[in-house]
Nanobody
Framework: QLQASGGGLVQTGGSLILSCADS????????MGWFRQAPGKEREFVAT????????DYADFVKGRFIISRDNAKNTVYLQMKSLKPEDTAVYYC???????????????????WGRGTLVTVSS
């Protein structure tokens, strides 16, 4: 079971850190991803990280602003967000899928474990 947390209301230019905790304690076996869904829009890819944390990828619109990381000992994945913009307003979801060492994945359709999202609101 995945649970995302850390969302909230922040002003433009502000920062937030989202966390995704795995209560099952098996996060080390999974490729992890962050996705988001803005009101009236489809869910979209934000960031992904390999099982060991050495390989990462980001959507173009967050490169240079967001950082994905993981602490497998704590069964937690993080999304550090800075320079937030109003268009970053969305519900953010973490997701997991089994994968091999070094694998990452930006395809929403290949993730089969999803957590409840956390709402990020960026005011202008």
């Amino acid at each position: 079971q995945l649970q995302a947390s850390g969302g909230g209301l922040v002003q433009t230019g502000g920062s937030l850190i989202l966390s995704c905790a795995d209560s099952g304690g098996t996060i080390a076996a999974y490729v992890m991803g962050w996705f988001r869904q803005a009101p009236g829009k489809e869910r979209e890819f934000v960031a992904t990280i390999s099982r060991g944390g050495t390989v990462r990828d980001y959507a173009d619109f967050v490169k240079g602003r967001f950082i994905i990381s993981r602490d497998n000992a704590k069964n937690t994945v993080y999304l550090q967000m800075k320079s937030l913009k109003p268009e970053d307003t969305a519900v953010y979801y973490c997701a997991a899928r089994q994968g091999v060492t070094g694998e990452i994945d930006n395809s929403i359709n290949r993730y089969d474990v999803w957590g409840r999202g956390t709402l990020v609101t960026v005011s202008s």
